[in-house]
């Protein structure tokens, strides 16, 4: 019995050290998450006088058997004074099938489709250094203006997949567009001697002024090959970026050779960002030769 007591007093202090840790890790990070997945409250609309139960995400309601309704998932969530200044993103890996959400009764934003992620902006419907009450209405009922119109697959409904809380600065790369990371490389010419295409980022900016715009190209050695920098100015609505790029002779990926570059998107100051985003990119050359045999950089490949 000690060593079950001292096991779970060990794991206690486990949990409250890495609550602190992560406190103090946000204070500094530039993107700091949070993962909403417990303490719902789950209820049916349209029963009369239905039960709320506890449930964690991800959840459905047809576990049995497909079960057509609409439910709403509410819970709390406290948002300490040290946020204020910062903008707070509610996203959800997947609902099935449309979505509404509201904060503390204020409308924020329906989502419609059962298979895609997507991401709304909470900042002006939060209060900070109170509970906030974050309500989640799903429905999976069949509809003609969302497909599948008619399919043997059952939408089964419900929060499938995670939900988390992502806090930025205010001048950032937005993470609403389609629930992206909101930096895309294209690719639009590939050859030994050069590659070539353009970086499109989306921008949101809140601050008047101009912003600095970075993009930096990495190296597999970590040697910075390409930078390239712009400025834009503040923005209301997301505003796309275009940024050329080149890059001379560079090591091409290969299914023998996945090389891949790491890609950087920086807003503000490298030194003192106030966001940056990172992907990766293999440069290739993909085309169909003779007899439809498949060529990645000139090469045949089985």
């Not at 609550?19 to 530039?30: H, K, R, T, V």
């Not at 895609?116 to 509970?131: A, L």
């Not at 203006?145 to 419900?158: F, K, M, Q, R, V």
């Not at 970075?214 to 100015?233: C, L, N, S």
């Amino acid at each position: 019995m000690r060593g079950y007591i001292t096991t779970i007093l060990f794991l206690f202090a486990s949990i409250i050290m890495g609550f602190e840790a992560s406190a103090q890790l946000s204070q500094g990070a530039l993107r700091t998450r949070y993962s909403l997945n417990d303490a719902w409250r789950f209820s049916q609309v349209y029963v009369p006088n239905d039960k709320a139960q506890m449930v964690d995400l991800p959840h459905t309601w047809s576990k049995a058997e497909c079960q057509y309704t609409t439910a709403q998932y509410v819970r709390q969530l406290h948002v300490p004074y040290t946020l204020r200044g910062k903008r707070l993103f509610l996203r959800f890996g997947g609902a099935m099938s449309v979505t509404n959400v509201l904060v503390n009764g204020k409308y924020v934003g329906e989502h419609k489709g059962s298979y895609t992620s997507f991401t709304f902006e909470i900042t002006d419907k939060v209060r900070y250094g109170e509970d906030n009450t974050i309500t989640v209405v799903v429905s999976n009922n069949l509809r003609s203006d969302l497909l599948p119109i008619s399919t043997e697959h059952n939408l089964y409904g419900g929060i499938y997949r995670d939900v988390e809380l992502l806090v930025t600065n205010k001048n950032i790369i937005s993470p609403t567009f389609y629930s992206s990371d909101g930096v895309f490389v294209q690719q639009r010419e590939v050859t030994a001697e050069q590659a070539s295409g353009v970086v499109t980022l989306y921008l949101s900016a809140v601050d008047e002024g101009a912003h600095q715009i970075t993009v930096r190209f990495i190296a597999p050695d970590g040697y910075e090959v390409a930078r390239y920098t712009t400025k834009a100015g503040k923005t209301d609505k997301l505003t796309s970026i275009e940024i050329p790029y080149q890059i001379d002779y560079p090591d091409l990926w290969s299914p023998d050779s996945p090389t891949l570059y790491r890609v950087e998107a920086i807003v503000g100051n490298p030194d003192r960002p106030s966001d940056k985003v990172e992907c990766n990119i293999g440069f290739r050359d993909i085309a169909i030769g003779k007899d439809n045999r498949l060529l990645i950089n000139g090469k045949e490949v089985d």
